[in-house]
Structures are given as structure tokens and as C-alpha cells.
């Protein structure tokens, strides 16, 4: 007998390791009540900001384990730190990367900003070689039957196969304003959304609900094309 499963895009964590097992809970006990095995798919930035940062990392790196065809989608700020950790941080992303939250990742694995930045990254790759190989691993986006999953957006005119893994990571406008078809519906983070809870769009949905500042960190529940309950057709949220 094969089981349902049910693509859960969960959103932005940056270091918040206590609203990932709360929501984690949720997807667990949705699930259940359908039967069906969870897969996930990270959208990207695990870390900066927050304190927890090691500890979402392992969260993921279990999750991924446990559930099959489970992915994380490389954010702009997972990729800073990937850099870090390959020693190829150029001195204008390390500024960048410090400022908007990095610091608090450097934290996190024990690491202070005036250590020799080489020395300091072949510790963090020796003691937590699993968070390396799951940044390593990471995908620029997830193409799924009717959803194209990825960290930041896409750029509007270009075909899905074709576009380039930082306008992925990195594109505000035009994508946010854009009301063209992408051909599948976008679901993204990156940018947080101005309501502060999951928003839908003709041709995107947006699940960065600013889980640092709001507590609220968003699943999307994506409808499989096998659904039979009317209820299970459409995309749900589940949020801490
Ligand atoms: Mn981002």
C-alpha cells in the first residue's frame, strides 16, 4: 500500500528553532489526520537573525532524513553562509551578510567576528559537517506539477527552466508586482508580506510572514492532484 503525501513549503525561519518544532508539530498532527506522509520543502533562509541557528539547522537536516523527497531551496542568506564556510566571502557580501543578521549565525557556531575568518570556518565544517553537506545540497528552486517553489521569486518574460539561480535567491521587483502567468503558481518567501500572514495571488503565493519579528512562521499545505476531499483542493496554511 503506498501512502499520500502532502508538500508542506514552510517559509523563512531565520533562527527560530522553537516556532520550526511548533509548526513542525502541526504538519505532523495535518498529516495524520489525512493519512499521508509529510513531505517538505524549505524555502530558504535558515539562519541570520535569530539565535537558534544551530539548532534549526539540525532540525532540517533530521527532517530531510525522515521524510522522503524532502528539499531545502538555497535562500540569499543560507548562501552567505555557505560562502563563509568555502572561504569565498568577498569582502563586500561578508559587510552585507554581517549586518542583516549574520552575525547572530557566527554566534550560534561559536565563532567571533574578529577570528581569522579561514581557521574559523574549517572548525565550524569539522564539528557540523552535516550542515555543510545540507547547504552543499541545497536546490535553486522545486518544480512540482502545478507550483514552482523557490526562495525569492522569479523573473517575469524569462521560461521557468531558464532562470537564473540569483534572480531565485535575490528578485523583489518586478516579480512582486508582476501580474503576468508564470506558467505555474510561485510559491516563495524572501519578502515579507504586508499583511503579515500567507497572501495569495493570481500567479504567486507568499508564505515570509516575518517569523523573527511576528512569531508567525507559515506553512503552505500545496492541494496533491489527487486530492478526493473538496476541502484538500485547494492550498491551506498552517502558522505558529
Ligand atoms: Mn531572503
Not at 523527497?69 to 566571502?89: A, Q, V, W
Not at 549565525?105 to 569539522?126: C, H, M, N, Q
Amino acid at each position: 500500500m503506498t501512502e499520500d503525501r502532502i508538500v508542506y513549503a514552510i517559509g523563512d525561519i531565520h533562527g527560530m528553532a522553537g516556532l520550526l518544532r511548533n509548526l513542525l508539530e502541526r504538519i505532523e498532527a495535518h498529516a495524520i489526520q489525512r493519512q499521508a506522509v509529510p513531505q517538505l520543502v524549505f524555502l530558504g533562509d535558515l539562519v541570520d537573525r535569530g539565535h537558534e541557528n544551530v539548532a534549526v539547522l539540525d532540525t532540517v537536516c533530521d527532517c530531510l532524513d525522515r521524510y522522503e523527497g524532502s528539499r531545502l531551496i538555497l535562500g540569499n542568506h543560507d548562501e552567505y553562509f555557505l560562502k563563509f564556510l568555502d572561504g569565498t566571502l568577498d569582502a563586500e557580501s561578508r559587510g552585507n551578510w554581517h549586518t542583516y543578521g549574520g552575525l547572530e549565525t557566527l554566534r550560534s557556531y561559536g565563532v567571533d567576528p574578529d577570528d581569522d575568518e579561514k581557521t574559523a570556518a574549517a572548525r565550524v565544517r569539522e564539528r557540523y559537517p552535516h550542515h555543510y553537506r545540507l547547504l552543499l545540497e541545497a536546490v535553486p528552486c522545486v518544480d512540482l506539477d502545478r507550483f514552482f517553489l523557490v526562495h525569492a521569486g522569479v523573473r517575469p518574460g524569462v521560461p521557468l527552466n531558464a532562470q537564473a539561480p540569483q534572480d531565485l535567491r535575490w528578485i523583489r521587483e518586478p516579480f512582486l508586482s508582476s501580474e503576468a502567468s508564470f506558467g505555474k503558481t510561485v510559491v516563495h518567501g524572501h519578502t515579507i508580506t504586508k499583511s503579515g500572514r500567507p497572501e495569495v495571488f493570481p500567479n504567486r503565493v507568499a508564505i515570509d510572514t516575518g517569523a523573527y519579528a511576528s512569531g508567525h512562521l507559515t506553512a503552505a499545505v500545496l492541494p496533491s492532484p489527487t486530492a478526493e476531499a473538496a476541502a484538500d483542493r485547494d492550498i491551506a496554511f498552517l502558522s505558529t
